[in-house]
């Protein structure tokens, strides 16, 4: 079984997936003028603005109970982005394909970055009215912006499959791996703890899962870039060494660790877009439910959490790893990262890493779960709907804590490469109503105004865009 399905993993991965994610990453960068370099002050501007408040600027105001932040909708699309993949998944990259993953998982951030502008803009543009906030996402602007009901309900499909439950088999996977290395505690104990806290966090909606992940994720992915920075600089003489190791190994010089160009390349894209999301059609679903008065605003907002992600939180990751020698020790996964700090900072990072990995993946279970809640409601909402998928996506969560680790991860990647290949298709279909939308506000900046989309803007889709 697992030779089948890893046949399957590299045929999508290695003559398909690298290719379209790139392609369209290039595309859109020159379609949009570079809007993921040229606006970096404007993402950082609407992200300290929104700070956790609503909108001002937004005349169409939604009821209190169902207003979700920009920030918020950030945080909780930050929080399914910094897990395990970050942690575990660039170590894993390293680990299979050299220290060259790293080179090509900076390339998905930078192009990547195109495409995650693309696929918010249109989320926001194309979202709709749900019981307590905005709902949207892919399988809403394909329906919306394409009109074919079975390639958005395949969406739908794909990613309460890929999210709601084997993300999450992955995510409790490495935390029962981390608690077991780092405390003797058993996986079933593990399992049985995390399925427990997911059913209680997820039976309260959107509202908490944001209020929850605006806390802990950026107070631990401080912590956690503030003890690479502590590493970087205790081995600052090394760190040359480190940036040769990177980019000798990602155009195949002097391989090792079988780093060759191809395996670097696959790995970097694959563990890269795992962590970053970005072009994945997952994190459209949290910009959605944004409250802001222009659909580009969050577009930006969720750009930059591509470089969070990847730029700060994984390259954090990769130089720790490197920096310590110990990349080629025969480890891999979460066990590599901690062997590595443990290294260099001693026995106590390793527990560090465990706490840090327990609420980086736990935040990215109940952010996961959402996903999955928002695209069911999409394929058709039934009396019982949310209590079956919450206690499927619970049953992945006791699942995989104690799962092979190879299993987990495998099945995550096959089910990501199909739902990113029905996403790509789409925002290169409607990827000029993300770049009207983008002249527009461009425009009413130069003016001085903060920017207010009407849906007149754009005739053709105006009656399909009914939250403008």
Known sequence: MNTLLDYINDF????????????????????????????????????IKSGGKYDASNSRREAPGRRISSFQAFAVSLASRVGTGNIAGVAIAIALGG??????????????????????????????????????????????????????????ILITVTFALAFNSVQSNTIAIALENSFGIEKIATGGALTALTLIVIWGGIQRIAK?????????????????????????????????????????INQIAGGGIGMAMIMGVKRGLFSNEAGEGSTPNAAATADVSH???????????????????????AFIILCSGVFDSGLTGIELTQAALSNEVGDAATIFVAIAIVLFGF?????????????????????????????????????????????????????MALMTLCNIVAILLLGRYAAICLRDYRTQRRQGIDPVYHKETIPEIADNTECW
């Open 212 to 252: 929850l992940n605006e806390v802990i994720v950026p107070v631990m992915a401080v912590f956690y870039l503030l003890l690479a920075f502590y590493v970087i600089i205790v081995r600052i003489g090394y760190f040359p060494h480190v940036m040769q190791l990177i980019v000798e190994n990602a155009f195949g």
């Open 295 to 317: 659909p580009v605003k969050q577009g930006l907002i969720q750009t930059l959490g591509v470089y969070t992600d990847t730029l700060l939180v994984c390259t954090a990751t």
């Open 363 to 415: 935040t990215s279970i109940v952010a996961n779960y959402y996903y999955g809640e928002t695209n069911t409601d999409f394929i058709g909402r039934f009396k019982g709907s949310h209590t079956i998928l919450r206690l499927l996506s619970a049953a992945m969560v006791a699942i995989g804590s104690v799962a092979s680790l190879n299993l987990v991860w495998t099945l995550a990647d096959i089910t």
């Open 12 to 47: 999508l991965w290695t003559y398909v997936l690298v290719a379209v994610l790139l392609g369209a990453g290039l595309y859109f960068t020159i379609r949009l003028r570079g809007v993921q370099f040229g606006m970096i002050g404007e993402m950082c501007r609407l992200l």
């Open 99 to 156: 220290p060259g993953a790293v080179f090509w998982m900076w390339v998905v951030a930078f192009l990547g970055s195109a495409n995650a502008f693309v696929e918010s803009t249109l989320a926001q543009l194309f979202k709709v009215r749900g019981e307590h906030s905005f709902r949207g996402g892919p399988a809403y602007y394909i329906q919306k912006g394409i009109g074919k009901r079975w390639y958005a309900r395949t969406f739908a």
